[in-house]
């Protein structure tokens, strides 16, 4: 499966951006998919995840409470909605694709950049 993510910009603290990310190719609805975040000089984490069929999730405790992860198979698309964003969330955010895994991801797509000011 191929991944692009899109949806970055520059907002303010406070503020709210929901990226999206389209795959192409059958076997989305068969891929657990996740949301992975780089700030500048750190390690890429995994920051939001959703098994294949949206049964189940997981949001990393630095988001939990502001971020919400979603799909919708129909469209190839899984999305992350950002709320109340902090200038800490400020990253490049990337979404990657798995069969078997909900926290190990082996195909990534480009990242989208989003900057929170303050």
């Known amino acids: 499966v191929q991944l692009q993510a899109f949806g970055g910009g520059l907002v303010q603290a406070g503020g709210s951006l929901r990226l999206s990310c389209a795959a192409s190719?059958?076997?989305?609805?068969?891929?657990?998919m996740g949301w992975f975040r780089q700030a500048p000089g750190k390690e890429r984490d995994l920051i939001a995840a959703i098994s294949w069929n949206g049964g189940n999730t997981y949001v990393a405790d630095s988001v939990k409470g502001r971020f919400t992860i979603s799909r919708d198979n129909a469209k190839n698309t899984v999305y992350l909605q950002m709320n109340s964003l902090k200038p800490e969330d400020t990253a490049v955010y990337y979404c990657a694709a798995d069969r078997d895994s909900l926290y190990d991801y082996h195909s990534w797509g480009q990242g989208t950049l989003v900057t929170v000011s303050s």
């Open positions: 190719g059958r076997s989305f609805s068969t891929n657990h």
